[in-house]
């Protein structure tokens, strides 16, 4: 089963970016959707963003459009999220995620492999 490690989370302050990466251990699919998925403390995990295999298709939470972004370059093996104007309301444990077939979803139980999480805290 495919590995996935997240980076790039960290401490920053409400307003500024950070882009978390998830790279995965050995060629996937390039059709298969990625996703990302976030756990605040005390709360369930909820979704994020998801991308299609190919890039051209992506979904947001209602809460994190018109800053989050998400993409993949299927060379590298690699999804990213891209996160601006970042608000104490996005702390949280940050997960990727594979499911293992074309048909996008927002559903968590719907993936297959998961990351170990990143942690991303954002002071106000």
């Known amino acids: 089963q495919v590995q996935l490690v997240e980076s790039g989370g960290g401490l920053v302050q409400a307003g500024d970016s950070l882009r978390l990466s998830c790279a995965a251990s050995?060629?996937?699919?390039?059709?298969?959707?990625k996703g990302w998925f976030r756990q605040a403390p005390g709360k369930e995990r909820e979704f994020v963003a998801v991308?299609?295999?190919?890039?051209?298709?992506?979904y947001y939470a209602d809460s994190v459009k018109g800053r989050f972004t998400i993409s993949r370059d299927n060379a590298k093996n690699t999804v990213y999220l891209q996160m601006n104007s970042l608000k104490p309301e996005d702390t949280a444990v940050y997960y990727c995620?594979?499911?293992?077939?074309?048909?996008?979803?927002?559903?968590?139980?719907?993936?297959?492999?998961w990351g170990q999480g990143t942690q991303v805290t954002v002071s106000s």
């Open positions: 991308i299609s295999g190919r890039g051209i298709t992506t």
């Open positions: 050995e060629r996937t699919f390039s059709t298969y959707v």
């Open positions: 995620a594979e499911r293992r077939g074309v048909v996008i979803s927002r559903k968590a139980a719907d993936f297959d492999s």
